[in-house]
């Protein structure tokens, strides 16, 4: 059985590597603290060039790389996923998006006209990516006052929605925060694939609602005893629904010729450090909410910030990557052939899919293609490369 390798879009724009702070490629830029804003309709550049350039192009390299597709990330400082995705439909030829967002922001009748429509332009390239939200200040940005389980609650009836529409039938529901009577898709929508489901979130209460709807449970990397002790237990929740799901894993690399090289790039990162960097992983190690998958990645990075060193959690495995751009804590760092070692080691815990990252996006897709994916057997013995052009 092949898996499946997407690359991530980089909608809120970035920098040239790990070592630079500004996000000057394309017409997002760093700004004071925590925010991220826009420069203005040419991004700055006289030559008009913008973030919608910059990441077709990335697309467009990971589509030739061998990548299925990407993530269309949604935060408060990204462009808006849907619109990117139908961009990105025409700058493409068999790149698949899958689209980030929140159910409880949007109507499930609306969202599934949309994805039809979508579908049937695209010849079926759309897929989701469905996040419920880490509460706290983030979630009340989006004006969603929800509390954690309840969040889960409503994206489990959100889909039961979406799909009773879909079927094509006069659909009608009454849920405690969805009611919808005798809906159902135009004549000329029907009939479209139904988006795979990649599905996040690291509760009980997320777990309940993946095991009912998603085709693919989507994890953050973390320590690989608590990663297939995670995707155990979501697969016995499906199995018991008498459902299948697969599970995929949400990675950033770094990626170099050599290990020695790799971990340069992680040191140069490191010591390039400035104080407000600093002053954000305190309150990151401080930080407190009902984000069970954040917790997690917390409870597997050190306090003080001494030496990059200290951020090892396993071999070829960093947990200091939220430092140098953002997200996730941890990634994997190494050779071509140690990176591809542990995608496989990831494989064989229960991995069916990859979401990659690397800063800059576009090198770095070309890169990862050329370099590591060759080098990935996957669940056969043959290079996943083949299997994802």
């Not at 954040?294 to 200091?320: C, M, T």
Request: charged share 25%; with cysteine; net charge negative.
């Amino acid at each position: 059985m092949a898996i499946d390798v997407f690359w991530r879009i980089p909608t809120h724009g970035e920098p040239s590597s790990l070592r630079n702070k500004l996000h000057h490629r394309g017409d997002w830029s760093q700004q004071q603290g925590d925010h991220i804003v826009q420069k203005g309709l040419s991004g700055g550049h006289g030559d008009g060039f913008n973030n919608l350039d910059y990441i077709a192009e990335v697309a467009r390299a990971a589509e030739i790389s061998g990548f299925q597709g990407g993530l269309i990330p949604s935060f408060p400082m990204t462009d808006e996923p849907w619109a990117i995705s139908s961009f990105l439909a025409r700058e493409t030829s068999t790149f698949r998006f899958m689209i980030a967002f929140q159910p409880g922001f949007l109507n499930p009748v609306v969202a599934a006209r949309m994805t039809a429509s979508l579908q049937r332009a695209t010849g079926g390239r759309a897929l989701y990516n469905v996040i419920t939200g880490g509460g706290g200040p983030a979630q009340l940005w989006w004006g969603d006052v929800a509390p954690h389980d309840d969040r889960y609650a409503r994206t489990t009836e959100f889909l039961d929605v979406l799909r009773g529409v879909w079927s094509g039938n006069s659909f009608s529901y009454q849920g405690k925060f969805y009611q919808v009577e005798n809906a159902a898709l135009p004549a000329q929508l029907l009939g479209q694939d139904f988006p795979e489901i990649y599905f996040s979130g690291s509760s009980d209460a997320a777990l309940a609602s993946a095991s009912k709807h998603a085709d693919y449970y989507l994890s953050w990397l973390e320590p690989f005893d608590q990663l297939r002790d995670k995707f155990d237990r979501v697969k016995e929740r499906t199995a018991a629904l008498g459902r299948k799901i697969k599970c995929a894993v949400r990675v950033d690399i770094i990626a170099r010729r050599t290990e020695e090289e790799a971990w340069r790039e992680v040191q140069r990162g490191f010591e390039n450090l400035d104080d407000a960097a600093r002053e954000r992983y305190k309150r990151f190690a401080q930080q407190t909410g009902d984000s069970v998958g954040a917790s997690r990645q917390r409870s597997n990075a050190p306090k003080e910030l001494n030496d990059y060193r200290d951020f090892i959690i396993h071999p070829n495995v960093w947990s200091g990557l939220s430092l140098l751009r953002g997200g996730q804590t941890q990634g994997i760092v190494g050779s071509y052939e140690q990176v591809a070692e542990r995608l496989d080691d990831l494989v064989r815990l229960g991995a069916d899919a990859f979401i990659l990252a690397s800063t800059p996006h576009l090198e770095e897709a070309y890169r990862v293609g050329e370099e590591v994916l060759p080098l990935v057997r996957g669940h056969d013995s043959a290079p996943v490369l083949r299997a994802v052009g």
